[in-house]
């Protein structure tokens, strides 16, 4: 079963930076599109941004600017660098799998914790 695994959570106050890993397997990352959700609590999960095959990346307009997606073919892991982080910036953040052929299906990962001081 495919599973993506996220790390990099933590605490930072604002204005600081963190970047978040989802790593893959080689299967995953060469045949899915990736995505960045996050959730904070009562509130459904939101599309923070997007990195497809072809390496085109897309932005939700709250962190044009702020946050880097990108993908690392060496390792099969997906990032978020998070810079100029604010307190509504504090969430879980999920990657995932877009369901996209030849993507076999919309997988997620177990989340990580980002906490924003201000």
């Known amino acids: 079963q495919e599973q993506l695994l996220e790390s990099g959570g933590g605490s930072v106050q604002a204005g600081g930076s963190l970047k978040l890993s989802c790593a893959t397997s080689?299967?995953?990352?060469?045949?899915?599109?990736l995505a960045w959700y996050r959730q904070t609590p009562g509130k459904e999960r939101v599309l923070v941004s997007t990195?497809?095959?072809?390496?085109?990346?897309t932005y939700a307009d709250f962190v044009e600017g702020r946050f880097t997606v990108s993908r690392d073919r060496a390792t099969n892991t997906f990032y978020l660098q998070m810079n100029r982080l604010e307190a509504e910036d504090t969430a879980t953040y999920y990657c995932?799998?877009?369901?996209?052929?030849?993507?076999?299906?919309?997988?997620w990962g177990q989340g990580t914790q980002v906490t924003v001081s201000s």
């Open positions: 080689k299967y995953i990352f060469l045949n899915c599109d």
């Open positions: 995932a799998t877009l369901e996209k052929w030849p993507c076999p299906g919309h997988i």
């Open positions: 990195a497809n095959r072809a390496d085109g990346t």
